[in-house]
């Protein structure tokens, strides 16, 4: 799981709660991204950044916020408005944001909504 | 647009054999290739990507990958299968042609190599 660090594992929600999730980084990565991965549907991406103080919308940011006021964390918020938010939520980063960087990936947080 | 398809859900192998994970892209510009694994409830590691020159890639943990630019495929391979590759493999691609930062991947295959 490299440098990467997301916090807690498990977390449970309430309906109409938010929540943020933790993740961190000390590889000195500009690029940094949150995924939501559903069974049998792969990775879904919800946020990324580029560099700090500067992201963009995904696939799904529906109901999702986030922030990168430092350059090695990348928080992401779910808020009440995410009607199915419980699955499993991946951070990675990498180098830099050109397409010939791969990713590194924390071990992930799994969000279930009681 | 770019998209990856991983057409197996599950592979299954007896150790020792070799084994083929398939994966097909679609981009409009030239694509950068990536595989991944995942263990289960753990985050993705980094096998191998493609970016240009020699279209057979060598990896982590003796895993290789073909590019083939006319079938557009990117199949991961190995030749002697352990009982300890079993894990969810992921491909993913990007488009150099798109927006940087934004990678598509496929829905995962399920390899298990059975003793």
């Known amino acids: 799981d490299g440098g990467i660090t997301q916090s807690p594992k498990y977390l449970f929600r309430k309906e109409g709660q938010n929540v943020t999730l933790s993740c961190e980084q000390n590889?000195?990565?500009?690029?940094m991204y949150w995924y939501r991965q559903d069974p049998g549907q792969g990775l879904r991406l919800i946020y990324y950044s580029q560099i700090v103080n500067d992201f963009q919308k995904g696939d799904i940011a529906e109901g999702y916020s986030v922030s990168r006021e430092k350059k090695e964390s990348f928080p992401l918020t779910v808020t009440s408005a995410q009607k199915n938010p419980t699955a499993f939520y991946l951070c990675?980063?990498?180098?830099?944001?050109?397409?010939?960087?791969?990713?590194?990936f924390g071990p992930g947080t799994r969000l279930t909504v009681l | 647009a770019q998209s990856v398809a991983q057409p197996e859900d599950q592979v299954n192998v007896a150790e020792g054999n070799p084994l083929t994970v398939k994966c097909t892209y679609s981009v409009s510009g030239n694509p950068y290739l990536f595989w991944y694994v995942q263990y289960p409830n753990r985050g993705l590691q980094f096998l191998l990507k493609y970016i240009t020159g020699d279209n057979l890639v060598k990896g982590s943990y003796g895993f290789e990958a073909e590019f083939n630019k006319s079938q557009t495929s990117f199949h991961l391979k190995k030749p002697s299968a352990l009982v300890s590759d079993s894990a969810l493999y992921f491909c993913?691609?990007?488009?150099?042609?798109?927006?940087?930062?934004?990678?598509?991947f496929g829905d995962g295959t399920t390899l298990t190599v059975k003793p």
């Open positions: 990675a980063s990498s180098i830099g944001p050109l397409e010939n960087n791969e990713q590194f």
């Open positions: 590889l000195n990565h500009d690029a």
């Open positions: 993913a691609v990007r488009d150099d042609n798109t927006n940087a930062g934004k990678s598509t």
